[in-house]
């Protein structure tokens, strides 16, 4: 079969037409938009699966690390043509996945921001004179380095666990990275995931990131203990290093640790310099893959 084509320039309208496309392909996927973002983008939810275990991928998060989005598509698509091809992923029948676990995916969920990457201001609509202000302000003259949302807030910055503690020290005004906002969850991007998750309960979240090769897995000791065997089969398959914890708070896992008590996990994607260059692609696929598989039969 066919792989469908993934776009170096990989934008919101790359994302939304692989995840058509994958969805005519394979009409067991269910689509579902889960929120829009600032500039009016649609936030897609893909769903795989009848399971009762829910298990959740994302990417993008941030805007220079889009290459997060066509990997998790990528993983998808594997995924996908193992259940109808009657394959196996990793030892066990694809199929068999399918009956066990609900999979949900949100591939890109900063879009504007990954926009703003890859075609400047011009795209920035009603915000255009601030991201211009905060370029200016850094003496940046690409948005190569910008991670945040069209108006400057550090979407894995915004999620009520310790929020606090990063608002005193981070940023006090919108910028390229890592300003919180004025409140959690002040973003509509935020606000959509973390309704999903409130909504979902998943068992176990993945969120993808880049880079440096390791995998973040503990929040404030609130992680369940079968997070650390997780993880080491995570690094058996990818090579990645665990890291328990780091001084670090308000990021969608560390939240999603703390409401639930269930399994988080921030994967930083690949080593080098953010953004990844799209000639690594091949090489994190293979590492992705296995995380992605993984996380579905452990
Ligand atoms: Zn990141």
């Not at 066919?2 to 994958?22: A, F, M, P, T």
């Not at 850094?138 to 991670?147: G, I, M, P, Q």
């Not at 005193?168 to 300003?179: E, T, V, Y």
């Not at 992680?223 to 890291?243: A, R, T, W």
Request: charged share 20%; glycine share 6%; hydrophobic share 35%.
């Amino acid at each position: 079969m066919s792989e469908i084509r993934l776009h170096s320039k990989y934008d919101s309208i790359s994302c939304r037409n692989n995840v058509l496309e994958l969805q005519q392909k394979y009409p067991f996927i269910v689509l579902n938009v889960i929120g829009t973002s600032l500039l009016g983008r649609p936030i897609f939810e893909i769903s795989v699966g009848e399971g009762e275990k829910k298990i959740h991928w994302n990417g993008a998060f941030h805007a220079n690390e889009w290459i997060t989005s066509p990997l998790l598509i990528k993983s998808l698509e594997r995924y996908c043509n193992a259940i109808v091809q009657d394959l196996k992923i990793e030892g066990v029948y694809a199929q068999n996945i399918y009956d066990q676990i609900k999979l949900s995916i949100v591939p890109m969920v900063n879009p504007d921001g990954v926009d703003l990457f890859h075609y400047g201001s011009a795209i920035a609509g009603l915000y255009k004179p601030l991201v211009e202000r905060i370029n200016a302000q850094h003496n940046h003259e690409t948005f190569t380095s910008w991670k945040a949302n069209i108006r400057g807030v550090d979407l894995n910055n915004q999620f009520p666990a310790n929020w606090d503690i990063e608002q005193k020290r981070k940023p006090i005004l919108p910028s390229f990275r890592d300003f919180p906002g004025y409140c959690p969850l002040s973003e509509p991007e935020a606000l959509a995931m973390h309704q999903l998750s409130i909504h979902r309960s998943f068992d176990r979240v993945l969120a993808f990131h880049s880079q440096g090769e390791v995998i973040y897995y503990g929040y404030n000791q609130a992680e369940p203990s079968i997070s650390k065997d997780v993880v080491s089969n995570f690094q058996k398959k990818s090579g990645y290093l665990p890291i328990r914890t780091i001084d670090s708070h308000a990021g969608y896992k560390d939240w999603y640790i703390q409401h639930f008590r269930k399994e988080g996990y921030t994967i930083e994607v690949g080593k080098g310099i953010n953004p990844l260059p799209w000639s690594t692609f091949n090489e994190q696929d293979r590492r992705v893959s296995k995380i992605c598989m993984s996380s579905l039969i452990l």
